[in-house]
């Protein structure tokens, strides 16, 4: 009988693994009646400040092979794959900090292959950026220190950026958090959440993978075996009455997750989003249904009263947005005591209106390719064969998304964010700005930018395989 690809990812070797301890091998043994106990979900493990100077944050992160023992609690059944680490942990460890604090974190590379960190969503220095283009990679036995300043607050992660779609695929991501001072003390609790997408991965370490359609992860193997922190299906005990900031980052190479609340009868609830890839929102939005794309981030405020509730998955597919089939429980959240709902703590809010479209286009991005033949193409060019555009520093532009695949994307820029002035010609609420924002199949994004940031910037679509396939580009912010 083949073992069933359902993760207790806490339980990698080789450290501090946070979460719930390990547990006992021969327990997970095959049987016919179930005796493992549905996973309690923990934030992963924060990473030790190693400088007791304000405003310095000094990390250390050591890559390095792991095995992650794969546990699906409901039937007992165990996989082991060998992958890779952040200090032992994957998710690796969260590393906490404050606006305006200057990180130090040096990397040590223990794998036998070469790779870096790409800050992803932070307005790091070109150098500090982690990318392939023009920069020497971290080899084997060597290690690097990155420093950047951080001068945005919000729920941002980190993961390398040299064969990414395989090191990210087999556990090197982890989340950073930028504290803003004013919302000190806002929320009761705060939960960080790394959802992954455990399907249609390679097994080992140094074996190339190829979808061949063999069931390598028994018949749970392709997209959309969702774990949340390394586990599936978990629960998590609430206070009724309190409130929690859920920090939710999506690490999945390219599923997608259309995320709702529901009560333990099934009936949809609304979520309070409060922030988004770049910190906080305007105002607070209420949302049925929120999806996020590979890379996205959002905060959303969970405000339980005395009745459980679910978070939830809604069938999606990057080939066709929403599809039919049956929503899964990602999340049981079970309050204890018997309070009514808190109201949503009182933010410093800026309500905005989103900037005016000045219908020009200072660069055009048009994404073309077909999942049959993994060709992905920028304006028909295949990464590293391509034009780099250019902008003056802080040149005021506009840059237009063309999607003419039959595929969604979610395009990336790095280094700098961006203001989302219409998506397909709608105008959003309120303003939006963003890192990460996802283009529908036969869809066309207008996005401002302020170009503030000199250096040689990826621009990519972050779905990883088509990444890989050469839907990425450069975009150069002159001195």
């Known amino acids: ?102 990180l130090r974190v040096t990397l040590v590379n223990d794998t036998d292959v070469e790779t870096s960190i790409h800050w992803h969503g932070v307005a ?9 283009w023009m920069q020497d990679p971290i080899l084997p036995g060597d290690a690097f220190t990155y ?47 790394v959802l992954d997408d455990w399907g249609d991965r390679e097994d080992e370490v140094g074996e190339e993978h190829e979808d061949t359609g063999d069931d390598a992860h028994g018949h749970l193997h392709g997209e959309g ?26 690490a999945a190479n390219e599923g997608y997750t259309l995320l709702g609340l529901a009560d333990a009868e099934g009936t949809a609830l609304p979520l309070t989003q409060v922030a988004a890839d770049q910190g906080r929102l305007p105002t607070a939005a209420s949302v049925e249904r929120l999806l996020l794309s590979p890379g996205d981030r959002a905060e959303v405020a969970l405000l339980p009263g005395a009745d459980a509730l679910q978070l939830i998955d809604h069938p999606y597919d990057h080939q066709g ?15 204890e005591g018997e309070a009514d709902p808190a109201e949503l703590p009182s933010l410093p809010w800026e309500a905005a209106a989103p900037s005016e479209d000045p219908g020009t286009t200072d660069v055009l991005y048009v994404f073309q390719g077909d999942p049959r033949s993994g060709a992905w193409f920028i304006n028909g060019e295949v990464y590293p064969d391509v034009t780099v555009a250019e902008l003056a520093r802080d040149q005021h532009a506009i840059i237009e998304v063309r999607n003419v695949s039959p595929t969604e994307h979610p395009f990336h820029l790095h280094g700098m964010h961006f203001e989302v002035l219409s998506m397909n010609g709608v105008v959003p609420d309120q303003r939006q700005l ?34 890989h396939g050469g839907m990425m580009t450069v975009l150069r912010v002159g001195e």
């Open 124 to 132: 790091a220095p070109w150098d500090m950026d982690g990318i392939s």
């Open 225 to 250: 075996l969702w774990t949340l922190n390394g586990l599936i299906a978990p629960q998590r005990s609430v206070s009724a009455g309190s409130t929690t900031r859920l920090r939710l980052v999506l």
């Open 321 to 335: 947005g929403e599809v039919i089939g049956d929503p899964e429980v990602l999340l049981d959240l079970r309050p």
């Open 434 to 467: 963003e890192d990460t924002v996802n283009v529908p199949i036969y869809g066309v994004a207008r996005l401002a930018l302020v170009a503030d940031n000199p250096g040689d910037w990826m621009a990519h679509c972050h779905i990883l395989p088509h990444a």
């Open 1 to 102: 009988m083949r073992a069933l690809a359902t993760l207790w990812l806490a339980g990698c070797t080789g450290g501090d693994k946070g979460g719930p301890p390990p547990l006992d091998p021969d327990s997970a043994a095959p049987s016919d009646t179930a005796t493992l106990s549905q996973p309690v979900l923990e934030s992963p493990a924060e990473a030790e400040d190693l400088d007791a100077s304000e405003g310095v944050v000094e990390v250390v992160l050591t890559a390095a092979t792991a095995t992650h023992e794969l546990i699906d609690w409901r039937t007992d059944e165990t996989l082991s794959v060998h992958g890779y680490a952040y200090n032992g942990q994957t998710p690796g460890p969260t590393i906490r900090a404050r606006l305006g604090d200057l």
């Open 147 to 193: 420093e950047l300043t951080l001068s945005r607050a919000g729920t941002f992660w980190y993961h390398p950026h040299i064969d990414t779609e395989r090191q990210v695929d087999l556990g090197l991501y982890g989340v950073l958090i930028v504290e803003d001072p004013e919302e000190d003390g806002a929320f009761d609790e705060d939960l960080v959440v």
